[in-house]
């Protein structure tokens, strides 16, 4: 089975380096594949550069995709850690416009269930529920 190959990330910015020294490529199979094609469609609609992980060119985020369990960052049950949250930023755009453009576009962000607000970043998630996008 292929996994979902987003078009404007390369694996490293969802990955920890050390889970992507351990498994290289295919270490995006820990990603759930709504938040990838979402942040995807985020990209797309902003049209603008968009930072999850970028450790990669010396970048400070590297575990604001998925948080391995012997991660210190974030809450212990973080959805972070089964792979269906990001953390990220936009080049210009604040988070707070950010969140109010996909609350008022829920048909082109259809997986994007909860929001999390009060933070200076955006955090966007899948998780289970059927009215989203919610804040949080």
Known sequence: MTPYQPRHFIVQEFVPPELYKALGARSIFVMDYYIVKM?????????????????????????????????????????????????????GVS??????????????????AALEKGVSWVHADCRCITDGPILF
């Open 95 to 112: 988070a707070e416009e950010v969140r109010q453009e996909i609350l008022n576009h829920p048909r082109l962000f259809p997986h994007i």
């Open 39 to 91: 942040a995807d469609a985020i990209r797309e609609y902003f049209g603008l550069p968009m930072t999850i992980n970028n450790w990669k060119w010396g970048g400070k985020f590297k575990y604001r995709g998925f948080r391995p369990c012997e991660c210190k960052v974030g809450a212990k049950y973080s959805l972070h850690r089964t792979g269906k949250a990001i953390d990220f930023d936009i080049a």
